[in-house]
């Protein structure tokens, strides 16, 4: 007579079925909520910007972490030109992509701007760049002025801007903290959604 009893279920079988719950979980909570938290955390982010920087073209400069500032010289809304490193030297900074098209940016500028007074003459200075046309940019400033340098990278003159920042995907808000020696500390992608995220976010020490 054959035993017909299942064998006992293995110690692995069940270490990968408990992988595979969880990572459906993490997809479910993705979906229904983009922000829910994996954005809101510092591992998250960087899983993110791993998965975006892998699907890059070959061969395209791409900052990343620890890496020196990239030499960009841009337009400010009065059309003087600007070198982006030149603007932040000497104090951190958050260098923060946006667009007039983008709703989440627009969300996310009162945050940036209470940021910004709040942290004087010797703190962590802001400045935008705005990922769009000049003439846009300039009437979109003249209703809704920013206390911070903004320059402005037009997709159709400098194409590459986002990329060579560290954000080959063009998402929208991004954000980077630069160290006193003008080097990338962190990368944001999305939104903060809270003043304390930001100066949490921001903190240097």
């Not at 920087?53 to 061969?59: C, D, L, R, T, V």
């Not at 809704?144 to 903004?150: D, E, G, I, Q, S």
């Amino acid at each position: 007579m054959t035993d017909r009893t299942p064998p006992p279920a293995r110690p692995g079988w069940i270490v990968l079925g408990a992988l595979a719950g969880a990572v459906l979980a993490l997809l479910v909570a993705l979906v229904a909520d983009p922000r829910a938290w994996l954005l809101q955390t510092e591992w998250g982010q960087r899983l993110v910007q791993q998965v975006i920087e892998a699907k890059a073209p070959p061969g395209q400069p791409i900052a990343r972490r620890n890496d020196p500032l990239p030499a960009l010289v841009l337009p400010d809304p009065a059309g003087r030109s600007t070198a982006l490193a030149g603007l932040v030297h000497g104090r951190p900074a958050v260098v923060n992509l946006w667009a007039t098209w983008c709703g989440p940016c627009r969300t996310e500028m009162p945050l940036l701007t209470a940021f910004s007074g709040d942290q004087g003459t010797n703190g962590v200075q802001v400045v935008g760049i705005a990922i769009d046309a000049k003439p846009t940019v300039q009437v979109y400033l003249q209703t809704t002025p920013l206390p911070y340098p903004t320059l402005i990278a037009d997709p159709e003159v400098v194409p590459e801007a986002t990329a060579r920042l560290g954000n080959p995907a063009g998402v929208l808000p991004y954000t980077l903290l630069v160290g006193t020696d003008g080097r990338i500390a962190k990368q944001h992608l999305g939104a903060f959604t809270s003043s304390r995220q930001l100066s949490d976010w921001a903190r240097t020490d």
